[in-house]
T-cell receptor, first 113, second 109 residues
Framework: DAMVIQNPRYQVTQFGKPVTLSCSQT?????MYWYQQKSSQAPKLLFH???????NEADTPDNFQSRRPNTSFCFLDIRSPGLGDAAMYLC????????????FGAGTRLSVL | SQQGEEDPQALSIQEGENATMNCSYK?????LQWYRQNSGRGLVHLIL?????REKHSGRLRVTLDTSKKSSSLLITASRAADTASYFC?????????FGAGTRLTVKP
């Protein structure tokens, strides 16, 4: 059974056109994460939510925002995508007490034309 | 934000051979994990080894950890074509988890 679900699997957007990626979870985990992974590189943490507490990584560009309306859902908003934002975006979840054991979704591959 | 560094970057072997991938890291850890990623897919957790453990097995996987050398290795025995994927190590310390750049393993049938 899918536990961390990302939609869509593939997303194409135009340069500068806002785009939203979505993640949902059935694990009831407190913490949700968004990672960006460019080709042949390590996943890079963008930010995470601990319940409703938003935690931004210091080097995450302002162009990236996130929303978590409830425990199950978390969204990644890219306000003005550039060509350099084309990547795989991975959502993950964890329990609060075991944050270094994370469960990943299948990812959304974003293309920017 | 990258912590672990895998080596080699790419590895190509024949089916049935063993594959060994290494990960080195720089700071303290609570545990080290290995993940697998098929092309264009998400990460799948393979195995976790705690900082006080030296070796762990799971099926055809064997992971070792040497905290004095700040290094870990992942051994896949009797490899199969279906093992073709990228393998990432991730170091965890307190609430922080960081990934290496991965080893791309190709197993030829």
């Amino acid at each position: 059974d899918a536990m961390v679900i990302q939609n869509p699997r593939y997303q194409v957007t135009q340069f500068g056109k806002p785009v939203t990626l979505s993640c949902s979870q059935t694990l009831n985990h407190n913490v949700m994460y968004w990672y960006q992974q460019k080709s042949s590189q390590a996943p890079k943490l963008l930010f995470h939510y601990y319940d409703k507490d938003f935690n931004n990584e210091a080097d995450t560009p302002d162009n990236f925002q996130s929303r978590r309306p409830n425990t199950s859902f978390c969204f990644l908003d890219i306000r003005s995508p550039g060509l350099g934002d084309a990547a795989m975006y991975l959502c993950a979840t964890s329990r609060a007490e075991t944050r270094n054991i994370q469960y990943f979704g299948a990812g959304t591959r974003l293309s920017v034309l | 934000s990258q912590q672990g560094e895998e080596d080699p970057q790419a590895l190509s072997i024949q089916e049935g051979e063993n594959a060994t991938m290494n990960c080195s890291y720089k700071t303290s850890i609570n545990n080290l994990q290995w993940y697998r990623q098929n092309s264009g897919r998400g990460l799948v957790h393979l195995i976790l080894i705690r900082s006080n453990e030296r070796e762990k097995h799971s099926g055809r996987l064997r992971v070792t950890l040497d905290t004095s050398k700040k290094s870990s290795s992942l051994l896949i025995t009797a490899s199969r074509a279906a093992d073709t994927a990228s393998y990432f190590c991730a170091t965890a310390y307190n609430n922080d988890m960081r990934f290496g750049a991965g080893t791309r393993l190709t197993v030829k049938p």
